[in-house]
């Protein structure tokens, strides 16, 4: 009988030794760089991916408070001056600031689009600095009050010039109200402004406008000390739940308060089956390559057969031959994941070093290396190569007493 040491032994002879013929050569070559390539693959895609989520998770903060203050019944908050002052002598709080959201019509020469205007006061930035996003152009002083920044694919169908004497365009909101209509000013409240700064947008921020809250309440006919909500900065934002709690017994019934998580739970729902449809289709691919280790393996047995032959003659069971194909599939994936993870790592650094790869003119690929990301393509790698290493060193059994 043979031991686990014997068999592993001549299983790394049969790896590294000269094959019997350049089909089972190349056969097992192929094999161990196929799982290179996919492990390697899997890992470098999977890093990008945690790049992107942390991108995401940058950029959503920029633009979710800690905590979003809004009213139970109607848009605009009731008691406003109320509220501010319980805000203001909290100490938890860091900063505060008031908004109003609307949709708008824009135009700019004849050219018309449907946005979401988002009112905001000088305050704005402390708590979400979207302000750092602003890639094109300044964000609004708020030293005029129509001065605006624009989301970028907007901007982009509307044509529409930044900072310069010809990038005005006009906002249209329609009037509440009844009555006969006799002139266009019946219909709209009309603000022209002027777009200083553009900014990315995503999935939260498509089609949107910035702009001084003044401007906002002017088109919606608020009154001047309006808003529909409040957002909030924390000094220490992993105490939102309990500040949420605390917040809620003072202002009452009439306000609600979401954290930034609850704010953004259908977004991270989404990542999140993203994430899992990649690792499902990456390991779908691993799978597919594990059928080249599936071929080397019983072409190695074929090759090996008059050997098989002699060391059942020394004394070699069935079950002692199949674990010398077995370590030989396992030694073949086990390289392919070192490999593949040092080529991925490789890869991986080369871009944080250099962003060679663009997502697009000027923004690299980001990359994240996380040590779950060696975990989850070693296991995801492992656990199909060392089944089918099982499966194929199993079947041709009569192949080893053949006369």
């Known amino acids: 009988m043979a031991s686990g040491n014997t068999s592993f032994y001549i299983a790394r002879r049969y790896l590294i030794a000269k094959k019997g013929s350049q089909a089972v050569s190349f056969i097992t070559g192929l094999a161990a760089f196929a799982m290179m390539v996919a492990v390697a693959a899997m890992f470098i895609i999977i890093s990008v991916f945690s790049g992107l989520e942390d991108l995401n998770k940058e950029f959503i903060s920029n633009l979710h408070a800690d905590l979003t203050l809004s009213s139970v019944k109607g848009k605009s908050i009731p008691n406003l001056n109320k509220v501010i002052g319980i805000l203001k002598n909290e100490k938890e709080i860091s900063h505060f600031s008031k908004m109003i959201e609307e949709k708008v019509y824009i135009d700019y020469k004849n050219v018309g689009e449907i946005a979401y205007l988002r009112g905001v006061d000088s305050a704005y930035t402390k708590v979400n600095p979207i302000n750092k996003n602003v890639f094109y152009g300044s964000y609004p002083s708020f030293k005029y009050l129509n001065e605006v920044v624009m989301e970028a694919q907007l901007n982009s169908r509307l044509s529409l010039p930044v900072s310069s004497e010809t990038s005005i365009a006009t906002l249209f909101m329609p009037k ?181 790869f663009k997502a697009t003119e000027d923004l690299p690929f980001p990359v994240r290396i996380l040590p779950i990301n060696y975990l989850i393509v070693s296991f995801t790698t492992l656990f199909f190569g060392i089944s089918v290493s099982w499966a194929f060193s199993r079947i041709n059994k009569n192949l080893f007493l053949e006369k």
Not at 188 to 200: A, C, L, R, T
Not at 257 to 269: D, G, M, S, V
Not at 289 to 310: C, E, M, P, R, Y
Request: proline residues 3%; charged residues 20%; contains cysteine.
């Open 176 to 356: 509440p109200g009844k009555g006969i209509i006799s002139k266009e000013e019946d219909i709209f409240n009309k603000k022209e402004i002027f777009v200083s700064g553009i900014f990315p947008g995503n999935d939260q921020l498509n089609n949107y406008i910035i702009a001084p809250l003044e401007l906002t309440a002017g088109l919606l006919d608020l009154p001047k000390n309006s808003a529909y909500q409040i957002v909030i900065k924390l000094k220490k934002p992993e105490n939102a739940d309990i500040l949420k709690e605390n917040l809620l017994k003072k202002l009452g019934n009439n306000i609600i308060i979401k954290t930034k998580a609850e704010e953004n739970a259908a977004f991270w729902k989404m990542i999140n089956m993203e994430k899992l449809m990649i690792y499902f289709i990456f390991a779908l691919v691993i799978f597919i390559t594990t059928f080249n280790l599936a071929g080397a393996v019983t072409i190695l047995q074929l090759d090996k057969k008059h050997q098989a032959k002699s060391l059942i003659s020394l004394g070699f069971t069935i079950n002692g031959l199949r674990k010398i194909y077995f370590n030989t599939g396992l030694l073949i994936v086990v390289f392919g994941v070192i490999a593949g993870l040092a080529l991925g790592t490789i890869m991986c650094y080369l871009q944080l070093q250099t962003g060679i």
